[in-house]
């Protein structure tokens, strides 16, 4: 009995072996793909305007409040994903916020140079709660691009983790009372969202 074994498994082993050593040397000659959604080309630089300030909503003394939501439908997994603890921009219109808008958001562009201090420090920031909800409290009422980004990793088989997501952004006027305007789908700025 002993020998029958013994003799089994020497057959086997030389099948196994060899067996091994093709699925090895298949797995190591075929090349490695990159997701090819990764890729872009470079993006075009495009020179910063000059901060001119945001008069409409400089001149009005009229307060407002703004909630909203951040989501998206995630198309990869199914379901909803919410912005949990995310920063939300609101920057008053102006010829600088346009130009982020239209050249950045829209057109997926890179603006050069710095921006002004005193942009910078008009725009509203708020924090998301645990299900991307935001509040804005006393802010003058005008007209604003409300502003977040959107990002989660993922799994693919070819490429390992890979971040989805991206910059939501539209462009939104604030009415005396409580407004409610969310961030989601149709919102993305399609050149920085995958």
């Known amino acids: 009995m002993n020998f029958s074994i ?8 030389r099948f196994i072996v060899p067996a091994a050593a ?14 090819r959604f990764l890729e872009h080309a470079p993006r075009k630089q495009v020179q910063r305007v000059a901060y001119n300030g945001s008069p409409d909503v400089a001149a009005t003394q009229a307060k407002t409040m703004l909630v909203g939501q951040v989501h998206i439908h995630d198309r990869v997994n199914g379901g909803v994903r919410t912005g ?32 002004d201090q005193r942009y910078v420090r008009n725009a509203f920031q708020a ?43 539209k462009k939104i006027s604030l009415v005396a009372g409580t407004n409610a305007f969310d961030l989601n789908d149709t919102d993305k700025c399609h050149g920085y969202f995958h």
Not at 88 to 101: E, G, M, R, T
């Open 22 to 35: 093709l699925v090895l040397a298949g797995c190591s000659s075929s090349p490695v793909k990159k997701d």
């Open 84 to 115: 949990a603890y995310l920063d939300v921009v609101l920057n008053p219109v102006s010829a600088a916020s346009n130009q982020w808008y239209q050249e950045v958001c829209r057109a997926g562009k890179v603006l050069n140079g710095q921006p």
């Open 6 to 13: 013994h003799f089994a498994g020497k057959h086997l082993l």
């Open 127 to 169: 924090k998301t709660n645990d299900y991307g909800q935001f509040v804005f409290t006393n802010v003058p009422v005008g007209e604003y691009y409300l502003t977040s980004r959107l990002y989660w990793i993922d799994t693919k088989p070819m490429s390992g983790p890979v971040e989805y997501g991206g910059l939501l952004s």
